[in-house]
């Protein structure tokens, strides 16, 4: 499910991104986060997902935001989190968009204030 590259703060997530799995994603992301300044999450090859795991993000970038870090998240494929963000009200909290290699997606918090 996960891969941690810890000298370039980098953290793979895939297959199923749940509430099932909700208690070791929290334990990757939470120490991926307090190991580097600016982590980035990269999810790949996902096999399902539920809205457990964009809480969990949207709380991570909340975090990030309140003790000034960046945090860079993308994925491969954007219309599986579009169908998510939609189908679970979340669509007013991300936005999401291409990176720089135009490969895969940035996601990004919505942060108000």
């Known amino acids: 499910m996960t891969n941690v590259d810890e000298k370039k703060a980098k953290l ?3 297959g199923r991104l749940t509430i099932e799995n909700a ?3 929290c ?3 939470q120490s991926s986060f307090e190991n580097s300044f600016n982590p ?3 999810l790949t090859e996902i096999e399902e997902i539920d809205l457990s795991f ?5 709380s991570l970038i909340l975090t990030a935001h309140k003790l000034e870090k960046k945090i860079s998240v993308f994925i491969d494929d954007p ?6 963000l939609v189908a679970g009200g ?4 991300f936005r999401i968009k291409k990176d720089q290699s135009g490969t895969n997606s940035l996601i990004e918090g919505i942060i108000d204030g």
């Not at 964009?54 to 949207?58: A, K, P, T």
């Not at 219309?79 to 998510?84: F, H, P, Q, R």
């Not at 979340?90 to 909290?93: A, M, N, P, W």
């Open 79 to 84: 219309e599986l989190i579009n169908k998510l």
């Open 23 to 25: 208690q070791k994603i």
């Open 12 to 14: 793979t997530l895939s």
């Open 40 to 42: 980035e999450i990269f």
């Open 54 to 58: 964009l809480q969990i993000l949207y």
């Open 90 to 93: 979340f669509e007013s909290h």
């Open 27 to 29: 334990d990757e992301l």
